[in-house]
């Protein structure tokens, strides 16, 4: 695969899972909102799946460029980690609130 398919690729995966997480975690919320907690427990673990894939696929990016492999730079990589920080934020803030909601 050539390095822009192969970067593309990489920056869609982070938006696809990033988004996933996000969208899991405010479905979580949402449970916690309306008192049922079990259900907001296992969509979190949903979103941490997805956040997971995300950030393992940012991580090897990290790697790949720590061993010497200059990474290209483009504007769906760069909307890509604007994706991933700002649902890592979304999902701290809304464990957070889940645990408001709990008390």
């Given amino acids: 695969m050539d390095e822009n398919k192969d970067i593309d690729l990489v920056s869609m995966t982070i938006i ?6 996000r969208s ?27 956040s997971n894939l995300a950030h393992q696929a940012q991580t090897d990016l990290l790697i790949k460029e720590a061993r010497g492999e200059k ?13 991933l920080m700002t649902s890592m934020l979304a999902i701290e803030l809304i464990k957070e609130m889940i645990l408001l909601y709990k008390k």
């Avoid at 696809?16 to 997480?21: F, K, M």
């Avoid at 479905?27 to 949903?46: I, N, V």
């Fill in 24 to 50: 899991f975690a405010f479905q979580a919320l949402a449970s916690a909102r309306k008192g049922e907690f079990d259900k907001a427990e296992e969509l979190m673990k949903k979103s941490d799946q997805a």
């Fill in 16 to 21: 696809a899972n990033s988004g996933d997480a």
């Fill in 71 to 83: 990474q290209e730079v483009n504007i769906l990589l760069v909307h890509s980690q604007d994706h």
